[in-house]
C-alpha cells in the first residue's frame, strides 16, 4: 500500500492497519543533509540502547539479559519507526505492558519512555489530527493503567513518573503535529507559486499569440484588398476578355472581398479588447522603422551599435513585422535586466534566412530580480515558432548575454507569387 492511500484511511485503521510509510527526505535541503532526520534517529536509537541496557540492570534491577532484551526491543521500535510508525507505535506500546505484567513494572522505564517520545513524534509528523489524537490517547491509557501492574519497580511514586511521561509525551505529539502542519503549509505555498507561475506563463503565451494574430490579421486584410482592388481592374483593362475570364476575375474578387469581410470580423473581435489603444489601427512596423527604435534607446543613455551583413532586402510582411517585435523585446530585456550594459544589434541577410543577433555586456551594476522575468522570451519563442526559425538564447563572457533569431527569410516578390 503505498503513502498517499495509507493516509487516506480512517484515523484507527490507519494506525492499527500497520501500514509502510517511509519518513521522506528533507525537502529542498543539500543532498549531505537530506536524510539528517534518519541519520540523527539511528545514532538515537543506538545511544539509547547503549546507555538503557546498564541504567535497566542496574537501577530497574532487571536481569541482564532482561535489560539487553528491553533496551534492544525499545532500540529497534524507535528505528522501525522511519519506516512504518503504526507498527512501531504500537509494537512500543505493547513491550511497554508485557514489561508491565510480566515485570510488574509500574511505570514507564525511561529508555522505553524516551523511545516511545521519539516513535510520537515521527509518528504525529506522519498522520492526520485525529490519528495523533488517537495515537496519544492509545498511550496515555497505557500509562495510567501501569499502576494496575501491582507494587513493583520503580518503587517511587507512581504519580511522579505518570505525569513525566505524560508531559513528554504530549510534547513530543504537539510538536510532530506542529512541524506536520508547517511541512503541509510549505509544500501548499509551494504549489501555489508554482500553479501561479505556470498560469502567468500560459497567459503570457495566449497574450502574445493574440498579439501575433492581430498584427497578421493586419497583413492579411491588406493583401486580400490588393487581391480585390487588382481583379477589378484587370476587368477594365482588358479588351473583349471572353466571358470565362470575367466569371474568374468576378469569382477572385468575390472570395477576396468575402474573406476580407471575414477577416475583418475577427479583427474587430480581437480590438474589442484592447480598449484602452487609442491608435489601433495604425501601420504595422517593419524592419524599415528599426532606426528609430534605436533612437528611442539611445536617448535613455544607453550605447547602442547596430551592424548589417549581407545584403538588405524587403522581406514577407510577416517576417518584417516578427523580426521588428523581436529586436524590440530583445532591447527591452538588456534594458531591463543589464541596465547600463553596451547593446549591439547585428542583422545578418542570405539568400534564404535573417538572423537577428543582440548582445548586450555585464550590467554597470548589480541588479535585482524583476517580476515576470522570462515572459519576453516567450512571446519571441512565439513568433519565432510561428515562421519556422530558430531562436537561442545564451550568457556569454564577463556578463554578457546574447540573443539570436534565424528567421526563414524569402524576398518579398516570391512570397507574393
Known sequence: MNRDAAMAQPAARRILALTVAPLPPLAGAPRALRYLPHVLTVAAAVLLFLAGWPQLENFDHLGAATAVAVAAADAAALVLALYAPGSACLGSLALCAATATQLHVT?????????????????????????????????????????????????????????????IFTAAAVAGALLRSRREAHTEALRQATATADERARRTVLEERTRIARELHDVIAHHMSVISIQAQVA?????????????????????????????????????????????????????????????????????????????????????????????QEALSNALRHAPGAAVHIRLDYTSDTLTIQVTNTAPAHPTRPVPGAGHGLLGMRERTAMLGGQLTTQPGPGGSYTVTAVLPAAPAHQDQE
Do not use: F
Not at 111 to 129: D, F, K, N, Q, T
Not at 151 to 167: D, F, K, M, Q, W
Not at 262 to 291: G, K
Open 107 to 167: 511505570q514507564w522505564l525511561w529508555p522505553a519512555m524516551l523511545a516511545h517520545a521519539g516513535i510520537l513524534l515521527l509518528l504525529c509528523l506522519r498522520v492526520r489530527a485525529r490519528t495523533t489524537l488517537l495515537a496519544w490517547a492509545l498511550t496515555a491509557a497505557v500509562t495510567l493503567a501501569l499502576p494496575t501492574a501491582g507494587p513493583g519497580i520503580p518503587e517511587s511514586p507512581h504519580h511522579t513518573y505518570r505525569n513525566v511521561a505524560l508531559g
Open 235 to 327: 476587368t477594365r483593362q482588358l479588351k473583349d476578355p471572353p466571358p470565362e475570364l470575367l466569371d474568374s476575375l468576378a469569382a477572385i474578387r468575390g472570395g477576396a472581398v468575402e474573406a476580407l469581410g471575414e477577416l475583418r470580423r475577427v479583427l474587430a473581435l480581437l480590438r474589442a479588447e484592447d480598449t484602452d489603444d487609442e491608435t489601433p489601427y495604425t501601420p504595422q512596423p517593419t524592419l524599415a522603422q528599426l532606426d528609430q527604435l534605436t533612437e528611442t534607446v539611445r536617448a535613455t543613455g544607453t550605447t547602442l551599435t547596430t551592424e548589417n551583413t549581407g545584403t538588405p532586402r524587403p522581406l514577407p510582411p510577416s517576417v518584417e513585422l516578427s523580426a521588428y517585435r523581436i529586436t
